[in-house]
């Protein structure tokens, strides 16, 4: 069972409980955000998570945590505001007639460092708590990555690394996606440059800050799409949340984030043909099906 998006403070979880005994669910998702544990830069406040891991023993319940950080729902409403305004120090992307838009770039340090050292100190701090009680058993990095209204980036560096060789790895899991063997992003994927090096780009962020978090602690980590609807593949890009793990990118996830064990569709479909065909990409040999 998962708790809703502001329920992630000590007052509500009296109300999760009961839910889920009444689901005969074993497993609460529950999210826990960057502006909660590190509200001042490099003070953390890990006592809800100490409430949640706490209550939940009590219950009998196993977690998932979903890491609320640089991407919520594709905004950063969920960074703390030494984060969401300084947009100096952690650049929002460009929209392609040059406005900025509403969502973080992931082409800056400064960011992702931030993110990650918030993400690692709530490894750490879990396992120092959990460690040998195993109550939180997976994690999801970031929360439906992408942006809305653009494909990408379209700032001066942004550019200036789309010009730059596409790694060898990624031609070669694309097949016949590439239409060279090397060359720019534009030179080999043509029209699909600007999603594919979004999702590239998006895929090595999250990865880095996954593979930080295994460093210390390694439990499995996910993440989920905000979904690109399966029954209109000629949705343009930005029309759905461009750069995250849709099911068109999922070979680009694959290469570029080894350490997310999951890429999950997040699924609110109710009608059957939509459903079943997200459901089929994203089951594949190398991606269990999780329904997030």
């Known amino acids: 069972g998962q708790a809703n998006n502001s329920s992630n403070y000590p007052a509500a979880l009296a109300d999760v409980w009961p839910a889920i005994k009444d689901l005969n669910a074993n497993t609460l998702v529950m ?107 997976m994690m999801q990095v970031e929360n439906e990555t992408g942006v809305y209204g653009a494909a990408r980036d379209y700032s001066k560096k942004a550019d200036a690394l789309m010009r730059q060789p596409v790694p060898a790895a990624l031609i070669k899991a694309m097949g016949r996606r590439a239409r060279k063997a090397s060359g720019d992003w534009r030179e080999v994927f043509g029209a699909d440059a600007d999603e594919y090096f979004h999702a590239w780009s998006i895929a090595r962020y999250c990865d880095d800050i996954a593979a930080a978090g295994k460093a210390v602690y390694p439990l499995p980590a996910y993440m989920n799409d905000a979904l690109k609807d399966p029954l209109n593949p000629a949705q343009a890009a930005g029309s759905y949340a461009s750069g995250g793990p849709s099911y068109n990118v999922l070979d680009i996830y694959k290469v570029a984030a080894p350490h997310i064990d999951i890429l999950a569709p997040d699924l609110y479909t109710p009608e059957s043909k939509s459903y079943e065909a997200t459901l089929d990409p994203y089951a594949r040999p190398d991606n269990a099906l999780f329904i997030a």
């Open 31 to 137: 999210p826990v955000a960057w502006e909660q544990v590190e509200p001042v830069e490099g003070q953390f406040d890990f006592s809800f998570v100490d409430a949640l891991i706490t209550q939940a023993r009590q219950n009998k319940v196993r977690l998932v945590v979903l890491w609320f950080g640089t991407w919520k729902n594709t905004g950063p409403s969920y960074t703390p505001d030494w984060v969401k305004t300084d947009n100096k120090r952690f650049p929002r992307l460009l929209n392609k007639d040059g406005s900025t838009s509403y969502a973080l770039s992931p082409l800056y340090d400064s960011t992702r460092e931030a993110d990650k050292k918030a993400y690692v100190a709530l490894l750490t701090h879990i396992k120092a708590i959990d460690g040998d009680r195993h109550t939180v058993i």
